[in-house]
């Protein structure tokens, strides 16, 4: 009867362990990769092609990816969308956009992946010790569709924390990424407080993706097109000093991933340094040990069109371009040019790796990137590449923690 119990507590906790998250070994300097599951088109493959497709890309130096769209979405009722139980998707949400179109969530719901096809992404980053992350997105910047409707509702949010945490566990992720900028509204913004809180409550690492806290009225890289009629601070209703100051999440994800000094024309490392003092004047703690929250420093692998480059072209957005558009346009002049072309300024890899040693020496907690896909295949030479030059340097980093 002995032997019976011991074998059965040997069971159970074996199936506890099981039934943990797998993490890979903790590094106290993050190196975080978004992964965007949707600007691959991951919805078109199959699994097998999963792989074949990432190999294309480097994945050295990180420690982290946080897989964003493609995997779920928020249906109103407070439900959890995949592409695998579309015969319980609820009804859409029903509204308009921030510049007055009619939202289209049936069309996100349609790049959804297949269950195998996200299993093998997951399966791709833990083979390499990587942890992964979940992203839970809105519609858009300020318009949260559905997810606004679960946040408007205090036990729909409740609800909701619990199914989202369960689905993440599923995947083996440890974390819980928030990527909803700007909920327009106050009980909007005070659910989307609650759901991180819940979700790190309930035992999920948590960051929240930010852009400057709620100190100044201005954007420098001006995230919002020009018809966005957006007259106020963007993110006026998010409260930085209760996230911060209660510890609601584990790191805030900085998103100045540009830098763009006029007068120089192009980037500059400095004014990106100048934007980021403005997190570290409003929060000196959280650069030092005794911090409650962990910032982050984002980077980011495109370019920015200089505005009179636009002058009498038919430019569709920002006009950004990624590496391998870039070199596709311009040639050789991509590899090495801060500004490539005379039209596209960029991040140079000496400029990367200032960056990830400037982030170590004032006290952040890491850098993330947008995204290790925009920047060169591994058909170019290594030397020219962002994730490797940033790699080389959190590789230096990691050797001495």
Not at 13 to 35: G, R
Not at 218 to 239: I, L, R, T, W
């Amino acid at each position: 009867m002995k032997n019976i119990l011991i074998i059965l507590l040997l069971v159970v906790n074996l199936s506890m362990v099981i039934s943990q998250p797998i993490t890979a070994k903790e590094k106290d300097f993050i190196s975080l990769a978004y992964v965007s599951l949707s600007m691959l088109n991951m919805h078109k493959l199959e699994a097998s092609e999963v792989k074949p497709l990432l190999d294309k890309y480097n994945w050295n130096g990180i420690s982290d990816v946080a897989l964003i769209n493609g995997v779920f979405m928020t249906g109103k009722d407070g439900s959890i969308i995949t592409s695998w139980n579309r015969d319980e998707w609820p009804a859409v949400f029903d509204g308009i956009d921030y510049k007055g179109d009619s939202i289209d969530e049936q069309k996100q719901r349609e790049m959804l992946c297949s269950k195998k096809v996200v299993k093998e992404v997951v399966k791709y980053f833990k083979k390499k010790g990587i942890d992964i992350w979940l992203s839970q997105t809105p519609y858009c910047w300020l318009t949260g569709g559905s997810l606004g409707v679960v946040l408007e509702d205090h036990e729909k949010t409740m609800l909701y924390a619990h199914r989202l945490n369960r689905f993440a566990r599923k995947f083996g992720c440890v974390g819980l990424d928030f990527d909803f900028e700007f909920p327009p509204t106050e009980r909007q913004a005070q659910g989307y407080r609650e759901l991180m809180q819940e979700s790190k409550r309930l035992g999920m690492k948590v960051s929240v993706c930010a852009i400057q806290p709620t100190v100044d009225k201005s954007y420098q890289d001006n995230c919002f097109p020009d018809d966005a009629a957006v007259n106020s601070h963007e993110g006026k209703y998010m409260k930085w000093e209760k996230i911060v100051g209660e510890g609601i999440v584990d790191n805030i994800n900085v998103m100045q991933y540009l830098a763009y000094n006029p007068k120089q024309k192009q980037m500059d490392v400095n004014v990106k340094y100048e934007k980021m003092s403005i997190w570290e004047k409003a929060y000196p703690e959280e650069f030092t040990s005794g911090r409650k929250v962990n910032m982050l420093c984002g980077i980011g692998y495109y370019s920015f069109m200089l505005p009179e480059a636009k002058v009498g072209k038919n430019i569709k957005g920002k006009g950004t371009l990624n590496f391998n558009q870039l070199y596709e346009k311009y040639g050789q002049a991509a590899y090495t040019d801060g500004l490539v072309g005379g039209e596209h300024a960029v991040w140079t890899t000496d400029d990367v790796r200032d960056i990830v040693r400037t982030a170590k020496a004032k006290g952040w907690k890491g850098v993330f990137t947008w995204l290790v896909t925009h920047d060169f295949t591994l058909e170019h030479p290594l030397k020219y590449n962002r994730q490797q030059a940033l790699a080389e340097e959190v590789e230096k980093i990691w050797k001495n923690e």
